[in-house]
T-cell receptor, first 116, second 117 residues
Framework: AAGVIQSPRHLIKEKRETATLKCYPI?????VYWYQQGPGQDPQFLIS???????DKGSIPDRFSAQQFSDYHSELNMSSLELGDSALYFC???????????????FGEGSRLTVL | AQTVTQSQPEMSVQEAETVTLSCTYD???????LFWYKQPPSRQMILVIR??????QNATENRFSVNFQKAAKSFSLKISDSQLGDTAMYFC??????????????FGKGTRLHILP
């Protein structure tokens, strides 16, 4: 079965550069969540989307922006990168729009961002 | 706001033993979901088990089972016949009903579990 696909899996950037992470949810899923997990930390919620609209916003810096496109994939754009942005970024998807909600949330393998 | 508390930062058990990981949560919601996620060194987030709050029966997945006490807001994970591959960070997580306000998944701080040979 298709899973949540995140790209790139690894990314190395310099301070003050820009990075874009992509998330392709499970086919027919219409809800996407983004999380940031620093080393030794629990995942922190950044932002979520439902049906291409922003649904909820967490501790996402103003330097970050995100959107969900017409094909339901999502992109997280990060500008003016700082050393503290080095983390694992997870995307998760849920809700088959052709079925009922089942409470299942599926995570991608994450994108590891290193800022030098 | 919902909170999830895992009081055991780290645990170690011998292979083949049974281990229980604790989790408590706080919410005023009546309908919600609870999860245990496993994060091995690869850092992939793997769903271990899921419990729907409206179900009284405790969820079970092979060697993994939960003790869900809704009134006490407790959701512990029991791993039976532990295996070396169970070594990982385990996160307890809470999620409100989908499409309610603030329906993101909230994680506890995690319990690092070591299975010793």
């Amino acid at each position: 079965a298709a899973g949540v696909i995140q790209s790139p899996r690894h990314l190395i950037k310099e301070k003050r550069e820009t990075a874009t992470l992509k998330c392709y949810p499970i086919p027919r899923h219409d809800t996407v969540y983004w999380y940031q997990q620093g080393p030794g930390q629990d995942p922190q919620f950044l932002i979520s989307f439902y049906e291409k609209m922003q649904s909820d916003k967490g501790s996402i810096p103003d330097r970050f922006s995100a959107q969900q496109f017409s094909d339901y994939h999502s992109e997280l754009n990060m500008s003016s990168l700082e050393l503290g942005d080095s983390a694992l970024y997870f995307c998760a998807s849920t809700h088959d729009r052709e079925g009922a909600y089942t409470g299942e949330l599926f995570f991608g393998e994450g994108s590891r961002l290193t800022v030098l | 706001a919902q909170t999830v508390t895992q009081s055991q930062p780290e645990m170690s058990v011998q292979e083949a033993e049974t281990v229980t990981l604790s989790c408590t949560y706080d919410t005023s919601e009546n309908n919600y979901y609870l999860f245990w996620y496993k994060q091995p060194p690869s850092r992939q987030m793997i769903l271990v088990i899921r419990q729907e709050a409206y179900k009284q029966q405790n969820a079970t997945e092979n060697r993994f089972s939960v003790n869900f006490q809704k009134a006490a807001k407790s959701f512990s994970l029991k791993i039976s016949d532990s295996q070396l591959g169970d070594t990982a960070m385990y996160f307890c997580a809470f999620m409100k009903q989908w499409r309610t306000r603030d329906d993101k998944i909230i994680f506890g701080k995690g319990t690092r579990l070591h299975i010793l040979p």
